[in-house]
């Protein structure tokens, strides 16, 4: 470690391009200005020197001149965070690792990096690199208690490169964490330790956003309104500001019409629903029954006359499904005129009830390489049908759905901000329907 002010540099590593080829995923510019590297600059003690680097737009030198490298990695970038770390450490520079992979991870993530971070960051992250500096790091670091979510630090917006985002700039923005509900397939509740649904103050989120001088923002939350009455709150805070927003909360908040005439009036221009079925046992079997098939229409109708522009989520290879799933669900979401949806197959990911009785069946498949690598890919057993064929019939729904006449079918004329935000998804998505053999199914946000 050098006497003078010690350097840092921080790394959000990408993935690969192709599935068993180490060629780094690259894009020219990213549609949202990140949150996570940002934050982790901020969180740093005073006196050091930061410099971040995005490893999917920018070329990350390995030869760097720093005396400690901090990783952040997802599943499906970790062995290319790997690479990295091991670049470095080659190097005798230490090198600490964290983000979602290494909640579930971390006795792996501890075989690439010399100290790794378990779950949130606050109070841990500067005591690591605390410890860098001293020469004294440990193997595991991981908070015993829920982070406070009051007062957060502003993310280092001005260490980013304004040259890697496209010219409007969309910010993430911090609302929430973790979630109220526990799904059966979803790992996102006990991705930060479990401490249930927590939300930031909205003073402290309003600044946020005065402070990033963007119109356009993108609310950082597994469930927006995990705490309805707060919110409601945040969004009262949000009209004076003239901005137009988007995040995620669960589909049955749109029949609500008082909380859906606030979202319009603080300006949502979109949301993302994990509506995840139209078939209610299968909603039922998923403990997501707070989902309702019988209101997904009036659901869609409260989206169209308020000109909110939106995308839903579906989950297919559950066993509670029948074979003809796929044929109901393309014909519903056309004659409803859906704007934009997501065709997912089912992840059996740890940190879930599913994922434990299908390693209790043996119906796991390459539990190894399970979210490594890009594409559709099945990771277990199916009840009703073979790997394979479930990934061929997500695959022609996605085709289907983001085929040329199901698009204009669908779309309303394109006269407002929020039915262009629906056009441009379509665009998007009939890039990555038309190279889901390439194994390329990135998202380039």
């Not at 001293?134 to 982070?147: I, M, T, V, W």
């Amino acid at each position: 470690m050098t006497p003078n002010k010690p350097r840092l540099l921080i790394i959000q590593a990408t993935g690969y391009s192709f599935r068993g080829v180490r060629l780094p995923y690259k894009i020219r510019k990213r549609k949202l200005v990140g949150a996570v590297i940002p934050y982790l600059a901020a969180l740093a003690p005073e006196g050091w020197d930061v410099t971040l680097k995005d490893d999917a737009v920018e070329e990350v030198d390995l030869e760097a001149e720093v005396d400690v490298v901090a990783i952040t990695i997802r599943t499906v970038t970790s062995l290319r965070g790997y690479e990295l770390a091991e670049a470095f450490r080659r190097r005798g520079i230490p090198v600490i690792m964290g983000g979602p992979h290494a909640t579930f991870h971390s006795e792996e993530v501890a075989r690439h990096a010399d100290a790794v971070c378990i779950g949130e960051a606050e109070e841990i992250f500067p005591r690591m690199l605390e410890d860098a500096a001293a020469g004294r790091l440990q193997k595991f670091y991981q908070r015993d208690s829920p982070a406070d979510l009051r007062g957060l630090p502003a993310p280092r917006w001005d260490l980013l490169n304004p040259k890697n985002f496209v010219f409007y700039r969309p910010f993430i923005i911090q609302q929430s964490r973790s979630c109220p509900y526990t799904c059966d397939f979803c790992a996102e509740r006990r991705l930060n330790g479990d401490y249930g649904y927590r939300y930031r103050p909205a003073e402290d989120v309003v600044e946020e956003i005065k402070r990033c001088k963007s119109r356009h923002i993108f609310f950082a939350a597994s469930q927006f309104a995990g705490d309805k009455v707060r919110a409601m709150e945040l969004m009262e805070k949000l009209i004076p500001l003239k901005i137009r927003w988007s995040t995620l909360f669960s589909a049955h908040f749109c029949n609500d019409d008082k909380f859906m005439d606030l979202a319009k009036r603080s300006g949502l221009l979109h949301v993302n629903m994990g509506v995840e079925s139209i078939d209610q046992k299968t909603l039922n079997a998923m403990r997501k029954s707070f989902n309702r098939v019988k209101e997904f229409e009036h659901m869609l109708r409260n989206l169209h006359k308020r000109d909110i522009s939106y995308s839903v989520n579906f989950v297919f290879g559950t066993d509670a499904e029948d074979p003809d799933v796929f044929d109901t669900t393309l014909r519903y979401l056309i004659d409803k005129k859906v704007h934009a949806a997501y065709f997912n197959i089912l992840i059996p990911l740890k940190g879930t009830g599913v994922y434990d009785r299908m390693l209790a069946d043996g119906r796991i498949l390459d539990e190894e390489n399970m979210e490594r690598w890009p594409g559709i890919s099945c990771h277990f057993k199916p009840a009703k049908m073979a790997p394979e064929e479930l990934v061929r019939r997500v695959k022609k729904i996605r085709r289907d759905f983001y085929s040329l006449p199901s698009v204009v079918r669908r779309l309303p004329f394109p006269r407002s901000e929020s039915t262009f935000a629906s056009w441009n998804v379509n665009a998007l998505q009939m890039k990555v329907a038309s190279r889901l053999d390439s194994m390329r199914d990135f998202s380039e946000f």
